[in-house]
Nanobody
Framework: QVQLVESGGGLVEPGGSLRLSCAAS????????MGWFRQAPGKEREFVAA?????LYADPVKGRFTISGDNAKNMVHLQMNSLKPDDTAVYYC??????????????????WGQGTQVTVSS
């Protein structure tokens, strides 16, 4: 069993930055592929970024967001820069049992956190 807890969301002005964190407990996150997804009101959940040694990003966030892992603390981070109003969403951390792939498909992920709200507004 894996528990994932997100933190770091909040309200930020356009152009600002936030750093989301995901704390994993139960097993080392290095056993999994870790991902971030987001869901805006009235929209489907969409892929943001994933990490398993190498990284994968959705086109809308390339060059602005950076996913990274901290093995010692069993945490995954999402550094978000140059935030836009379109980035407003609930952000979810997720873990995929299969460490041999790095997927952008939500159904490939086995465990999910509760989510943290990110609001980009002036």
């Amino acid at each position: 069993q894996v528990q994932l807890v997100e933190s770091g969301g909040g309200l930020v002005e356009p152009g600002g930055s936030l750093r989301l964190s995901c704390a994993a407990s139960g097993r080392s996150f290095s056993d999994y592929t870790m991902g971030w997804f987001r869901q805006a009101p009235g929209k489907e959940r969409e892929f943001v970024a994933a990490f398993k040694g190498r990284t994968l990003y959705a086109d809308p966030v390339k060059g602005r967001f950076t996913i990274s892992g901290d093995n010692a603390k069993n945490m995954v981070h999402l550094q978000m820069n140059s935030l836009k109003p379109d980035d407003t969403a609930v952000y979810y951390c997720a873990a995929d049992f299969n460490p041999w792939r790095i997927s952008s498909v939500a159904n490939d992920y086995n465990y999910w956190g509760q989510g943290t709200q990110v609001t980009v507004s002036s």
